[in-house]
């Protein structure tokens, strides 16, 4: 995460909340000095056992929201800094002219700051692998694939 000649008050350390497909993860915490390394992998995994159809599961995505937020650790609960949000579909599966570089969605987005952050929108730096792969499903004695 980028936001250059922003200098933050707080000294305590960040971490980037994500939420994804119903699940909820978060990096580590990093000092608070921009730029910003997460140098993670975050894994999210769904099941939809009754989507057949790639089509079906293309809308379903539409409906759903991403999070993204950055977060710093302000007591009493943290700080929201900046949040990006964005229909899950277009998350995982952006548009081909966003993208750039031979591995990967390389994807730059500016985030929404918060009312308390001062200075510019933070630009995040992320790449997205989406997997969708069949599955056996066992219903009593027989197998639907």
């Given at each position: 995460?980028?936001?250059?000649?922003?200098?933050?008050?707080?000294?305590?350390?960040?971490?980037?909340s994500v939420f994804v497909l119903?699940?909820?993860?978060?990096?580590?915490?990093?000092?608070?000095?921009?730029?910003?390394?997460?140098?993670?992998?975050?894994?999210?995994?769904?099941?939809?056992?009754?989507?057949?159809?790639?089509?079906?599961?293309?809308?379903?995505?539409?409906?759903?929201?991403?999070?993204?937020?950055l977060i710093q650790l302000v007591?009493?609960?943290?700080?929201?800094?900046?949040?990006?949000?964005?229909?899950?579909?277009?998350?995982?599966?952006?548009?081909?002219?966003?993208?750039?570089?031979?591995?990967?969605?390389?994807?730059?987005?500016?985030?929404?700051?918060?009312?308390?952050?001062?200075?510019?929108?933070?630009?995040?730096?992320?790449?997205?692998?989406?997997?969708?792969?069949?599955?056996?499903?066992?219903?009593?004695?027989?197998?639907?694939?």
């Amino acid at each position: 995460i980028t936001c250059p000649g922003v200098q933050l008050k707080d000294k305590q350390e960040l971490y980037l909340s994500v939420f994804v497909l119903g699940q909820y993860h978060k990096t580590e915490c990093v000092p608070a000095v921009f730029p910003l390394f997460f140098q993670e992998r975050l894994v999210f995994e769904k099941e939809f056992a009754n989507i057949v159809d790639p089509g079906d599961l293309v809308k379903l995505l539409e409906f759903d929201t991403a999070v993204l937020e950055l977060i710093q650790l302000v007591p009493p609960v943290g700080k929201v800094l900046a949040t990006y949000e964005e229909n899950t579909r277009d998350f995982l599966f952006p548009d081909p002219k966003l993208t750039h570089g031979h591995r990967g969605l390389q994807r730059e987005v500016l985030m929404k700051r918060s009312p308390s952050f001062t200075g510019i929108a933070p630009k995040l730096r992320f790449s997205t692998t989406s997997l969708i792969s069949d599955s056996l499903l066992v219903l009593g004695r027989s197998h639907i694939q």
